[in-house]
């Protein structure tokens, strides 16, 4: 009973003496076993030693040394030589020498070195415990960092050597006093106090790693986060930036999930310069954004949710390094889904951030309902779909519009015996507008219509398919011939229906042989035309493809629904096709184009390419894009971009990246920037410099540096938030 007592109680002293997870005397009902060259009892003396290679395990707990004493007079537990702990977590104690009294809480360590469950290490010439549930520790290192396997006595990549050093295990703090940070041996700082969580802590309040950035815009750039722990499921994130040419502003997020939902509010505010232009004029404003969006998940068919997004100023985020976007979208939805049924309840605002927006003419859209039903495969395989929409639309300057609208459709597939698909659709699409301030094109000066305006087209779409297969070892070959004949009535899209989902269109290959080319619902494809291609395509067994399109189309009419400049302005629309080759894991290739159809003429001209190792990547894209009479103030536009990423080892990686517009009377570049980035277990510095070389309103070209150094352990655990 005493050599079981003695075991037990060593443990628990051990435990409580190495363990940075605890805060106090555990004690275990699982059973013991011990083992040792010699164990003896001392009756007259009152004491116990198990000598010669000890070994006493419990449960997942593992006692090493080469001598253990109780006394019981004593009420004392001392270990020597080799002494080593393993805890259940992972944690490893060593020690040359191991003293506990008082009830096993108070105790004393003699070289002391313990390897923590993240892998960190803490050593110390000696450790005395107090009250059971704090350790104080002298001349004391401190290093989340992996040893050098080749030199292991060479000093890690960055450590803390302290005078003192408490773990305090109740607030699961360690706190360092005379504290200096070392990188590779080197003294790189000084802290007269400095404290940290030990590695059981998941979540804490502190200051985060600091943002240290340079513009020409707005002058040196640092930011300071401060992270506040809420709760297990809700914190703040606040961070001071200082810049040295405009001031300060303070941003925030808050983040708090919920049973069924999250919710997440970013923003800043800030008194800063104001303008006239580019020239300041030395008095400060209160300028700031809001980034809030939330989800939620009401029941097994329904979420909810809703995104709120605006800015003080149009040049706001860009100026103060805050972001780029060209609209800001705010967004209110609940949406259900059941079976093959989608309803979608929506509500959106917009701010516009580009220099041709006019805040007044940015639409309301409340509601915005969208309704989509698909049914089961019939008898003969046919299906029935629907497609509903429900809208209101409002300017404070302009057109304003409300919309009911549904496209109910049925589609037979078919499959002969020889492998010819044919596919027949019909489609009705019926709606009705209610229209205010509307230009009247046959008044374009001053005329605005308001008024009903309808329509129903009725349409039918007949498709055949051909794919020929054929097998020679490896090697596959498709060849598939396709062709499809549209049946509409002419006209169906009457200049009082104003178009505000479908003003952009190009006419390509992913378009072309849809029975209505238009991705809203303002715009309808009448008219009959024919669509033909031709698709090949070879695959091989070790993954190396090549798959080709190419298509045309054929009006029996002249349609002046689609714009100048789209691809389908004459009975022949242009060409369209598409290239994409694999000859092999490190190779990518891609070609999108349409040719006019009079002189084949490049009227797009689209090509991206990814090549390389994994350690060595190139990625690259061109695109050339005719001008167009409906968009003259953009002209011809040739843009070239390039990315180069390199993995030079597991740690060190890096990226270079330049944009060059090719259509300007001189070539010039748009953007370039080179990143660098390491990381490793401990530590972790991210790099980049980017240049704009376009102005925007009062903002002139601009060269960005910013650095993030990033200690694990010292403000932030995850550096996978950084790209490692």
Not at 51 to 72: C, H, M, N, P
Not at 346 to 353: D, I, P, R, V
Not at 484 to 491: A, F, H, R, W, Y
Not at 639 to 661: G, M
């Amino acid at each position: 009973m005493r050599r079981l007592l003695l075991a037990v109680l060593l443990l628990v002293a051990f435990s409580c003496a190495a363990s940075a997870q605890r805060g106090g005397l555990r004690t275990s009902n699982e059973p013991v076993l011990i083992k040792a060259d010699q164990l003896t009892h001392h009756q007259d003396l009152g004491t116990t030693v198990a000598s010669g290679s000890v070994e006493i395990v419990q449960g997942d707990r593992i006692l090493l040394a080469d001598t253990v004493t109780y006394s019981e007079r004593e009420d004392k537990v001392t270990a020597s030589g080799n002494v080593s702990l393993t805890e259940a977590t992972g944690e490893v104690m060593f020690a040359d020498f191991v003293e506990l009294t008082g009830g096993m809480r108070d105790g004393y360590v003699e070289n002391l070195r313990s390897l923590l469950a993240d892998n960190s290490r803490l050593a110390a010439n000696a450790a005395r415990r107090v009250g059971g549930n704090r350790k104080e520790m002298t001349r004391a290192v401190y290093s989340p960092c992996e040893l050098c396997k080749e030199n292991p006595s060479r000093a890690p990549l960055w450590q803390i050597r302290a005078i003192k050093v408490v773990h305090d295990e109740v607030s699961r703090d360690i706190e360092y006093t005379d504290a200096t940070l070392e990188m590779w041996g080197v003294p790189v700082a000084y802290f007269p106090i400095l404290s940290h969580p030990d590695p059981s802590v998941r979540q804490r309040s502190g200051l985060l790693a600091p943002k240290l950035g340079q513009s020409g815009e707005v002058g040196a750039i640092v930011g300071i986060p401060y992270y506040w722990a809420i709760g297990p499921s809700q914190d703040l994130t606040v961070e001071p930036i200082f810049y040295s040419s405009e001031g300060a502003l303070v941003t925030s997020e808050y983040r708090q999930r919920v049973a069924k939902g999250l919710i997440d509010v970013k923003g800043s505010f800030g008194y800063l310069d104001q303008r006239e232009g580019r020239a300041k004029t030395g008095e400060q404003n209160l300028k700031g954004h809001v980034d809030a969006s939330a989800r939620f998940d009401l029941t097994d068919v329904w979420r909810a949710g809703g995104d709120l997004r605006r800015s003080s100023e149009r040049l706001y985020l860009k100026r103060y390094k805050l972001g780029d976007p060209e609209v800001l979208t705010s967004r209110a939805f609940a949406e259900g889904f059941h079976g093959r049924d989608y309803l979608a309840l929506n509500a959106y605002s917009f701010q516009g951030l580009r220099a041709t927006d006019i805040r007044d003419q940015s639409p309301l859209l409340a509601p915005l309902t969208y309704y989509s039903f698909l049914s089961e495969p019939g008898r003969y395989g046919g299906r029935y779909s629907i497609d509903a929409s429900a809208m209101s639309l409002t300017r404070d300057v302009g057109a304003d519009s409300s919309r009911l609208a549904m496209t109910s459709g049925w589609t037979l597939p078919y499959t002969s015996r020889s492998g010819e698909i044919y596919t027949l659709s019909t489609l009705l699409y019926t709606d009705g507008y209610w229209t205010a301030d509307v230009p009247d094109p046959s008044r374009p000066a001053s005329g605005f219509e308001d008024g009903f305006a309808g329509r129903v087209v009725p349409q039918m779409k007949f498709e055949w398919r051909y794919p020929w297969v054929r097998r020679d070892g490896s090697l596959r070959t498709v060849i598939e011939p396709i062709a499809d004949i549209v049946l509409s009535p002419n006209g169906g899209n009457p200049a009082r229906i104003p178009n505000e989902d479908s003003q952009v269109f190009e006419l390509d290959e992913t378009n072309l042989f849809e029975a209505n080319r238009f991705a809203g619902f303002d715009r309808v494809s009448t008219g009959q035309r024919i669509d033909y291609g031709l698709k090949l395509a070879f695959y091989s067994g070790s993954g190396r493809s090549a798959t080709m399109l190419l298509a045309q189309s054929y009006a029996f009419q002249r349609n002046t629904t689609y714009v100048l400049g789209s691809g389908v302005n004459e009975d022949w629309s242009d060409y369209v096709g598409r290239l994409t080759v694999t000859p092999g894991p490190h190779l990518d290739l891609i070609y999108r184009f349409r040719l006019d159809e009079d002189n084949f003429a490049l009227r797009r001209n689209e090509i991206g390419i990814s090549t390389g190792p994994s350690w060595l990547r190139f990625d690259a894209s061109y695109l050339q894009v005719a001008a167009r009479p409906d968009v003259p103030q953009i002209g011809q536009r040739r843009e070239l971009a390039t990315v180069v990423t390199a993995r030079l080892n597991e740690h060190w990686s890096s990226q270079a990246r330049l944009v060059r517009d090719l259509g300007a009377a001189h070539d010039k570049n748009r953007l370039a920037g080179v990143t660098f980035n390491y990381g490793d277990e401990c530590f972790a510095v991210a790099f980049d410099i980017t240049r704009r070389y376009t102005a925007d309103g009062s903002l002139k070209p601009d060269t960005t540096a910013f650095i993030r150094l990033v200690f694990k352990n010292l403000g932030q655990v995850d550096l996978r938030g950084l790209g490692f």
